[in-house]
């Protein structure tokens, strides 16, 4: 019964009676082998509502990305009985064509992930493309498809068992891959004996499928094609989560694959994303003498930039050359003239002395492309709430690991259609004997890494808006327990959402928390804990961290802090009086003003302004507006950023930042910057000590713990400081990545763990010979569309880079600091090489749009 009902599950589209089952009638045992793998846990029944709704139609899915893994992807869906449509800009000239395309294990010699649980998974993924590439041989010929079966020597400058990493690997995959042999012994003739004497001190070999992508990527397409699916050539470069709606209508779709490459930094929002700067010399060579491949990896701790070497033939015609593994560069074009790509030709020349008369490609003597990569590759996941799966960030690895990806995606798009409502699950998810901790998330970017704070033992559920899910880097949704999507981010629908949980799982109140980083649901926090009995800070003790009316109120005008002059905009007294009520303002402001909204970050709706007639006109321009505006005496000075970590009522904790510019000058294309204030600093103890006063301040609003920081001027003329915000949460921006670079203190997860009760801030201290100065810069985008793109050459470290836009986007000038096409964190040993290349990354532009 069971074999009828995988065949009957395969045999159901009619994409299967074309000519890839004609010409190997056999083929169906094996493509019935792989359903097998995606239906194994499904009933009959189940498998009609995953293919099939009450409709009548075959659900569609949309592919987005034209690429190996999104076509494949794409081929995987049309065989189980989805309808498929694939959207991609290109089709052509893409990624895939560069790629080297020779199959490897996990990781890979050009560009390396480390991620435990991706690792994992790629190392079934890449068996299951293994046999899928060898059964691709077996019935089209390597002619026809442009997969080549073919031994692939690997080289190591020591002993293999010397190193733990290479011996790991070396061991997982010799069992499973055809003709695995290992030795000095083995190294083939045509290798330079003098090269290996000087450089190799170990080998082994074993059969691998290569790829030439010339041919197997129009090949693949036509597969697609012959299947059944559509192939679209457009530009998607709206965020898939906030316009999942309007995707699915246009292309009449049920269900989302997103495999964009490096699209991904664009349509999903992930800022993790870079491209690793890929390089292959073509050489023709005559009667295909040169049969095997041959690598070498990277040496840790190598001075060199370049010192892998990677030949691989492509079939009976060409040989490709190549290495060069090169993070955050975008400029693609490169020629045997650059210094890099003399040098990795030469290297495989060193190594295989019978390249040297082969003949460069007349045609194209250097193909280079840009590997799409992510720190936490690979990203394979459905987006909790919603139904879109993401499939990119294979780097180096998209061919060697399509086939497999291509499964895993069927089987997501399976259960999708099949699950059951998430209210007869939850009790499974969490551990009613754990205390459970709810995260609240909805417009700030996301920056904790949650995988950090696990150790808690809590239960940890995220309630977000769809605005905030999109926001929550893809690859932390697998560390929560639970993650439920609120149509309407409000207080209302939160406490219920928060309360179904707490019944549904026998949870008890006053072992649970509410958390969040996020400005926006610091006083909601408050609000749901007052709602349902949570321990924690009430909405109360957190209104003057979320309304800067509240807080000047609290610090009190006449007190020790100085706060600006400052009056809260009143629509009414200027609808009775326009021209009495602006001299009233400027009797108490004066007449430079700073105007803001009272609720709010990232200096959205800010204005400066100058006198009588710009504060009439402003008034006249938001007398209705909704929101609510504080008009203040505008500060001329240098603006700082303090954190403060605050342990049983005393700080535990103290950074200072200095900023390059006020925050709103952002909004009118500058820069922004912050760079750390060491402790030898002579302004260190004031900044410290103004600090304190502002807590103290607070003290009646202040939990005798957490995480909070201070925004405020040290005033021309006078140096005196005056207050401009405090906020009970770890410092937007970079500010996090900064302090960790500097002392090793997370301060986004040790905010997080003081909400969840622990009162120990997470560090772990570097000492005083690993600290580092460090600081970071955000470049806004401009108007126009993104042509060129490059990173700096700096003498600090450039310790992070994070892009949010790709080559032929169109951008539009920023209306909040949260619009940022760049950000860059730099880091170094000696205080005053950092502070000259920090004032270089904000004065530089980065990103050349026409």
């Not at 570097?766 to 470049?779: D, F, G, L, N, P």
């Amino acid at each position: 019964m069971m074999s009828i009902l995988f065949e009957t599950a395969f045999c159901y589209s009619p994409s299967h009676v074309h000519k890839y089952s004609k010409q190997n009638p056999s083929n169906c045992a094996v493509q019935r082998a792989s359903s097998q793998r995606v239906f194994a846990k499904m009933t009959l029944s189940q498998i009609e509502i995953a293919t099939r709704p009450p409709n009548g139609r075959a659900r569609r899915v949309l592919v987005i990305g034209g690429g190996v893994v999104g076509i494949t992807s794409a081929i995987g869906l049309r065989e189980a009985g989805f309808d498929v449509t694939v959207v991609a800009e290109h089709y052509e000239n893409i990624t895939s064509n560069v790629a080297g395309a020779l199959w490897e294990w996990p990781p890979a010699v050009c560009g390396q992930h480390g991620d435990p649980r991706s690792l994992s998974s790629s190392k079934h993924w890449c068996m299951v493309s293994y046999d899928k590439f060898k059964e691709l041989h077996s019935t089209y010929g390597e002619g026809e498809c442009g997969v080549y079966l073919q031994d692939v020597f690997f080289y190591f400058r020591f002993s293999v068992d010397k190193c733990c990493f290479n011996l790991k690997k070396m061991n997982e995959l010799k069992d499973k891959v055809d003709g695995f042999a290992r030795g000095m012994h083995i190294v083939p003739e045509g290798v330079d004996p003098q090269f290996v004497e000087n450089n190799i001190k170990d080998c082994y070999k074993h059969m691998a499928p290569m790829v030439d992508t010339d041919k197997y990527m129009p090949w693949l397409q036509q597969q697609a094609r012959d299947k059944g699916c559509i192939l679209l050539q457009e530009r998607i470069d709206s965020h898939v989560l906030l316009e999942e709606d309007t995707l699915r209508k246009r292309y009449k779709a049920d269900a989302i694959v997103v495999s964009p490459g490096l699209g991904a930094i664009d349509i999903v929002g992930d800022t993790h994303m870079y491209p690793l700067r890929g390089a292959l010399v073509r050489v023709k060579q005559p009667n295909g003498a040169i049969r095997a491949a041959h690598c070498i990896s990277h040496e840790e701790g190598s001075s060199s930039e370049q010192d892998i070497v990677f030949i691989v033939p492509r079939g009976k015609d060409h040989v490709v050359l190549g290495g060069l593994a090169q993070p955050n560069q975008w400029d693609k074009d490169l020629s045997l003239d650059d210094p890099i790509i003399d040098q990795m030709y030469k290297g495989c020349l060193d190594l295989l002395p019978a390249l040297r008369p082969l003949e460069l490609d007349p045609k194209e003597h250097v193909r280079t492309g840009l590997r799409p990569f992510t720190d936490k590759n690979v990203l394979l996941d459905r987006i909790p709430g919603t139904n879109v799966v993401l499939n990119y960030g294979h780097g180096g690895a998209g061919v060697t690991l399509s086939w497999g990806c291509a499964e895993k995606v069927v089987s997501l798009v399976q259960e999708m259609f099949h699950d059951t409502p998430h209210i007869d699950n939850i009790s499974q998810k969490l551990d009613a004997s754990r205390p459970t901790t709810f995260l609240l998330h909805d417009m700030l970017p996301f920056r904790a890494q949650i995988e950090k704070i696990r150790f808690m033992k809590h239960n940890l559920v995220l309630i977000s808006s769809r605005r905030g899910v999109a926001k929550v880097p893809a690859h932390e949704f697998i560390h929560f327990d639970l993650i439920r999507v609120v149509d309407l981010y409000a207080l209302k629908p939160l406490v219920a959402t928060v309360s179904e949980i707490l019944s549904s799982c026998a949870l008890r109140p006053d072992k649970c928390r509410i958390a969040t980083n996020d400005e926006y649901s610091i006083l909601l926090s408050g609000q749901v804990r007052d709602a349902l009995g949570i321990p924690g800070a009430s909405s109360h003790s957190m209104l003057p961290f979320f309304d800067k009316n509240a807080t000047k109120k609290a610090i009190g005008q006449n007190g020790p802090v100085r706060i600006p002059n400052y009056v809260v905009f009143s629509p009414e007294k200027f609808r009775s009086d326009p021209d009495g009520y602006v001299r009233e303002v400027m009797d108490t402001v004066g007449h430079k003003l700073f105007i803001k909204p009272v609720v709010g970050a990232g200096s959205e709706k800010t204005w400066r302004l100058d006198g009588s007639v710009q504060l009439l006109q402003w008034c006249e321009a938001n007398v209705c507006s909704d929101s609510i505006f504080e008009i203040d005496e505008r500060i001329a000075g240098e603006l700082f950023n303090t954190s403060v970590v605050r342990v049983d009522g005393r700080s535990s904790l103290f950074f200072a930042m200095r900023h390059n510019r006020p925050n709103d000058e952002y909004l009118q294309g500058h820069q922004l910057g912050n760079i750390i204030v060491p402790p030898t600093d002579a302004l260190y103890a004031k900044l410290e000590e103004f600090s304190e006063a502002v807590l103290y301040q607070l003290r009646d609003y202040c939990e005798d713990y957490g995480v909070f920081n201070i925004d405020f001027f040290l005033e021309s003329g006078t140096a005196q400081p005056v207050l401009m915000e405090v906020a009970a949460r770890a410092a937007g921006g970079a500010v996090g990545k900064v302090i960790e670079e500097c002392s090793g203190v997370a301060l986004e997860e040790t905010s997080l763990l003081m909400q969840m009760g622990h009162k120990t801030p997470l560090h772990k201290f570097k000492s005083t010979e690993m600290r580092r100065y460090a600081a970071y810069s955000i470049h806004p985008p401009k108007a126009g569309v993104v042509k060129r793109m490059q990173i700096p050459k700096l003498d600090s470290t450039i310790s992070s880079v994070s892009w949010r836009a790709v080559p032929g986007k169109r951008l539009s000038t920023p209306t909040s600091m949260r619009d940022i096409a760049l950000v860059l964190v730099i880091s170094n040993t000696d205080m005053k090489s950092l502070a000259r290349d920090f004032e270089r990354i904000n004065s530089e532009e980065y990103m050349i749009v026409e």
